[in-house]
């Protein structure tokens, strides 16, 4: 069970309207680390979920004529609530997805960050005047709420990838309906607690849970007064939400599936890029879309960076996320571990060399040893899948051209990092590179001032920034004549 500060925060009902809704049907949540069962949340369907998309409606007229200055005071407030809480949230997250307690208490203060960042960035929504064709005429722009938004978050940051979200919608002056991962569910319930203690009207913000994925999914993609849908997950389901949104015609964001490269270039400072490796590649046990996929090392520092790389990752210490000194949590689920270790399989089987990491067997079958492949190229299962757990191939290169050729032969373009202290190569690099997001010299590139976001089969549109609120906001043209 979860002992908290405040018992307050683990709810385990759907938050719709500003009301706590249960049902007959639950759904177990349980710690990935033990397999012990924690909560029971209440499972809805998707005509509760209508009710959900109907509230967020009725509440739209109201929330979005409130000036900026009164969304942002309320916004204010849900962030001082969600750092004065850090503690009991970071616990929780910890409970339900796995990862080390020091990272969910991170992954806290992060999604903090977006709602503190867009509640001031609220203030900033700002119009234009043109000049017009004729002198009796004026042109003005304006740019409004595009209305209900809708939106479905995977397990992997179960509060950070809402608080993105919902952040920018609510300071826009939309209404939002959220389905976290029903794997982790009790963070976005907690969230909801602390938003209505911040002031947040019924009905603004709504958190749905349930197990009907495509129920659920289909009303929070097709229902006509939903004019906005964003989604994080992968690129395979991101595909088929859009289609289901072009029945109606929606605007849609997604942040899909990623196969980040990590280049390592002859000239570069080979201690700090082994630490940004490790940061890239092993928090959340590999379990994010920006981490890094496969390691691209130059020859001339081949030799020095895998010895010293192997080394650092064969110190990372494999255990619940709750255990102090826990580097690298359990990974979501028993068949998302057997899925990695069946790359690593086919990898070997290809030819690669398992340089260090061999597998537990102490831990139960969702836990993994951070793993380093050797003697990869860039064709192996391992380099053309996204990993999604704590398996790092190297994969060594003689050219920059050779590189810069592989690192973008994948139909993912999300994050890229590379380290080089050559000034002409960083421009050379980073402007050749087919991705939306790139670390020079840098590990960790996201938070809330940078736009968060990718291209080619990795989504569109971006979180975080002045550019986050582009998505939740329509441009209405006026003309004005006989002036």
């Known amino acids: 069970m979860i002992t908290l500060?405040?018992?307050?925060?683990?709810?385990?009902?759907?938050y719709i309207n500003g009301s706590w809704h249960s049902s007959e049907k639950d759904i177990a949540v349980t710690n990935p680390a033990t397999g012990e069962e924690i909560a029971r949340v209440s499972d809805i369907t998707a005509e509760e979920t209508i009710l959900a998309v109907n509230a967020a409606k009725a509440a739209l007229p109201s929330w979005s004529a409130k000036s900026a200055n009164e969304r942002a005071g309320i916004l204010r407030k849900w962030f001082e609530l969600m750092m004065a809480n850090q503690d009991d949230l970071g616990q929780i997250l910890t409970m339900e997805q796995g990862k080390p307690l020091a990272e969910a208490k991170g992954e806290i203060a992060y999604g903090a960050a977006f709602i503190e960042w867009f509640a001031e960035e609220g203030k900033?929504?700002?119009?234009?005047?043109?000049?017009?064709?004729?002198?009796?005429?004026?042109?003005?722009?304006?740019?409004?709420?595009?209305?209900?938004?809708?939106?479905?978050?995977?397990?992997?940051?179960?509060?950070?990838?809402?608080?993105?979200?919902?952040?920018a919608a609510l300071a826009a002056g939309c209404t939002f309906v959220v389905r976290p991962a029903s794997q982790t569910p009790l963070s976005a319930l907690a969230m909801a607690e602390l938003a209505e203690r911040a002031g947040v009207p019924a009905?603004?913000?709504?958190?749905?849970?349930?197990?009907?994925?495509?129920?659920?999914?289909?009303?929070?993609?097709?229902?006509?007064?939903?004019?906005?849908f964003t989604f994080t997950g992968s690129t395979g389901i991101g595909k088929k939400l859009i289609a289901q949104c072009a029945t109606t015609v929606k605007k849609v964001s997604m942040e899909l599936g990623g196969n980040a490269p990590f280049i390592v270039f002859d000239d570069a400072d080979v201690d700090a890029a082994i630490q940004g490796a490790l940061v890239s590649k092993y928090r959340n046990a590999g379990q994010t879309c920006v981490c890094t996929n496969r390691i691209f090392v130059q020859q001339g520092v081949a030799k020095e960076f895998t010895e010293k790389f192997a080394k650092a990752v064969a110190d990372l210490k494999v255990g619940n996320g709750l255990d102090t000194g826990t580097d690298i949590g359990p990974l979501i689920s028993s068949k998302a571990a057997s899925d990695v270790k069946a790359l690593v399989v086919k990898s070997l089987e290809q030819g690669a060399t398992l340089l260090t990491g061999h597998e537990p067997t102490d831990m139960p079958d969702q836990f993994l040893a951070p793993m380093?492949?050797?003697?990869?190229?860039?064709?192996?299962?391992?380099?053309?899948?996204?990993?999604?757990?704590?398996?790092?191939?190297?994969?060594?290169?003689?050219?920059?051209?050779?590189?810069?050729?592989?690192?973008?032969?994948t139909e993912y373009g999300l994050a890229a990092y590379f380290y080089a202290r050559d000034i002409g190569r960083v421009w050379r690099v980073a402007e050749a590179l087919e991705y939306g997001m790139i670390g020079i010299n840098e590990g960790i590139v996201s938070n809330a001032a940078a736009p968060f976001g990718g291209v080619k089969q990795s989504g569109n549109?971006?979180?975080?920034?002045?550019?986050?609120?582009?998505?939740?906001?329509?441009?209405k043209y006026l003309c004005m004549g006989g002036i």
């Open 372 to 409: 380093v492949l050797t003697n990869v190229s860039n064709d192996m299962a391992i380099a053309k899948n996204e990993i999604f757990g704590p398996v790092s191939p190297i994969i060594v290169f003689d050219q920059e051209a050779d590189a810069i050729a592989m690192a973008n032969d």
């Open 124 to 167: 900033r929504i700002y119009g234009d005047t043109i000049p017009a064709p004729s002198r009796d005429k004026k042109i003005l722009v304006i740019k409004q709420p595009v209305g209900v938004v809708s939106a479905i978050t995977p397990w992997n940051f179960p509060n950070a990838m809402i608080a993105r979200k919902a952040a």
């Open 203 to 228: 009905g603004v913000f709504n958190v749905v849970v349930g197990s009907d994925a495509q129920g659920i999914g289909e009303v929070l993609t097709q229902h006509p007064d939903i004019a906005k």
């Open 461 to 475: 549109g971006r979180e975080g920034s002045h550019y986050g609120l582009d998505d939740y906001l329509e441009i």
């Open 5 to 14: 500060a405040d018992n307050e925060l683990l709810r385990v009902f759907s």
